[in-house]
């Protein structure tokens, strides 16, 4: 087994995502520790995304038709390809919806350990991960052993900007698996377009499974009229189809950078979390004291959110 | 299509969270469990394929508490079968790896065309359950999928990636689909009709082997340190006072 880090790139529409500047970020260090290289694995990709990877010491590359856009089969063989190629002792990838695909698969079909919602590797005899769980409530320190291990790392756990840097690193062509075709890439939808751009506002009141049912969205929808801002929503509200995706601040939905966050009724699972870290000041109402929000947000009141939306409205009328 | 969900247990994270002696997992004893939501979403999409385009639910738990209710309801929902996975019990398995092998291993005596899971559950220490079982099964997974439509021998559906940007995928089954929300909420069911079904349907039984360690090993686990945490507000006084502080009323 080698001594070498390997980041999976991913890279949809043409471009590379932060989350492989961020894992680029985080390998470095844990490869000098390690006393190995630091690689990037680039699937389908362009000359102009080796570009963007200076910070790696070498490009593993398997480009073939049909690897162009993520597609799970097809970048599985491939990824496995160049974990066969590299052999590194430990494999980076996004806890994203691309790396969710891929992390599971390679740890089951490679028989090697692998830590999901990972916030940060160390690197001693064994690795040892830290990782997230219980919708935020518990951090776990988690051994992976001497490698070769995989750890899929949370969007935000590292610094897009360290990892990124310009360069012509060595590029090492790998051949391309053979894929069934079973699943096949037909194209990006857009996003539907908003009626209120919630990255636009300055000031934004947030809502989640606190509210308990649909009335709730109108009472923070009065709220946010007094204040004269819009009401984005975490993903639970948008999957009951209570709000328009467009709304939806997190993982999945849209990274906003208010001067104020108001979250009520909002647990704060590390997928809601990756959204609000542009956040100036985040003001959280939650009945439950224990709720992970409270650890982030810089102000935190204990009560039912649908008192203080009344008291607040009348203050400010 | 013949579709089969397998669910899981998951703590409720209502409840006040105990760690073990050693430190290293919840005290089984002092959790609460409860169906893991995006499972719902899972059987949710299940039942509405069934509808539009005909075919079979089976549902399929490892045994444990609660779980006769969980299939129960599923039958009530209009799941054609429930099988419980006897032998170990859910809190006996650490970790999804080695919930995703017995589930791989019953799954092998079953016919099938798709295997919808939720995407992912609050206790994904090791992998999502859908690719562990993709791999197993020697079949394609696409997690984060929404919108599963079958279209004569594919499927097609969205994978969804942030900020509402999404790929449409086509697959051709047998395959694993890790569904993020059915098009509609979970149907709600009377406990009246759960309990009708409780006393005409059976529970199928699947016995499967003990499971396998796990690759890694939880050495300790805390909540998170309090430390940084926020400025308590004692009212919606004190609130408004912020708002003024920054300049927002």
């Known amino acids: 087994m080698g001594r070498d880090v390997l980041v999976l790139a991913e890279h949809l529409g043409g471009s590379l995502g932060d989350i492989t500047f961020e894992l680029l970020g985080l390998a470095r260090p844990l490869a000098d520790e390690l006393g190995g290289s630091c690689l990037v694995g680039l699937i389908g990709g362009s000359d102009a995304m080796v570009g963007q990877l200076g910070a790696a010491d070498k490009v593993a590359r398997v480009d073939a038709p049909g690897l162009e856009d993520f597609n799970p089969e097809g970048w599985i063989a491939a990824a496995r390809e160049l974990i066969g190629a590299t052999e590194p002792a430990l494999v980076l990838i996004g806890h994203t919806s691309v790396g969710m695909d891929l992390a599971g698969a390679l740890s089951a079909a490679l028989q090697i350990p692998l830590a999901s919602s990972v916030t940060g590797v160390t690197a001693g005899e064994h690795l040892v991960a830290s990782a997230t769980l219980y919708g935020g409530k518990m951090n776990a320190e988690i051994d992976l052993g001497p490698g070769p291990a995989i750890a899929a790392v949370i969007s935000g756990a590292g610094t897009a900007d360290t990892g990124r840097a310009a360069g012509s690193p060595e590029v090492i062509a790998v051949a391309p698996p053979t894929v069934q075709g079973r699943v096949r890439f037909e194209g990006l939808v857009q996003p539907e377009a908003a009626d209120v751009d919630i990255t636009a506002s300055e000031v934004l009141v947030a809502i989640g499974r606190g509210i308990g049912d649909q009335d709730g969205v109108e009472v923070a929808q009065e709220l946010a009229d007094a204040l004269g801002s819009a009401v984005a929503a975490s993903r639970p509200i948008v999957d009951a189809g209570w709000l328009p995706k467009s709304r939806q601040v997190g993982k999945s939905g849209l990274k906003v950078t208010p001067k104020v966050y108001l979250a009520l009724g909002i647990s704060g699972a590390p997928e809601h979390l990756e959204g609000i870290k542009g956040a100036s000041t985040v003001i959280a109402v939650n009945t439950d004291p224990a709720a992970p929000i409270f650890r982030v947000a810089d102000y935190g009141l204990v009560a039912d959110l649908y008192d203080v939306c009344e008291e607040l409205v009348e203050i400010l009328e | ?249």
């Open chain 2, 1 to 249: 299509m013949h579709i089969l969900v397998p669910t899981k247990q998951v703590p409720d994270l209502v409840e006040e969270l105990f760690l073990d002696d050693d430190g290293t997992a919840l005290d089984p004893d002092e959790c609460d469990y409860k169906l893991n939501e995006f499972d719902d979403q899972a059987l949710e999409e299940a039942l509405l394929l069934k509808e539009q385009s005909g075919g079979t639910v089976t549902v399929l738990a490892l045994d444990g508490d609660g779980v006769n209710k969980v299939l129960y309801t599923a039958l009530a929902k209009g799941a054609d079968r429930a099988i419980k996975l006897t032998g170990p019990e859910y809190t006996d398995v650490q970790g999804n790896l080695p919930l995703a092998k017995l589930y791989a291993a019953a799954m092998k005596r079953l016919d099938y065309d798709l295997v919808l899971t939720g995407v992912q559950g609050v206790d994904d220490r090791d992998g999502q359950l859908g690719p562990l079982l993709g791999a197993l099964l020697g079949l394609p997974c696409v997690c984060v999928a929404t919108g599963i439509e079958a279209d004569g021998d594919t499927v097609a559906l969205h994978k969804e990636y942030a900020g509402g940007l999404m790929a449409s995928l086509r697959v051709t089954p047998p395959a694993v689909l890790g569904i993020q929300a059915a098009r509609q909420t979970p149907r709600y069911v009377a406990v009246s009709k759960v309990r009708q079904v409780q006393q005409t349907a059976t529970l199928e039984e699947l016995e499967v082997d003990d499971p396998t360690p796990p690759l890694s090993k939880v050495l300790a686990m805390a909540p998170p340190e309090t430390g940084g945490g926020a400025t308590t507000l004692a009212d919606v006084d004190a609130l408004a006072d912020v708002l003024r502080d920054k300049g927002v009323i």
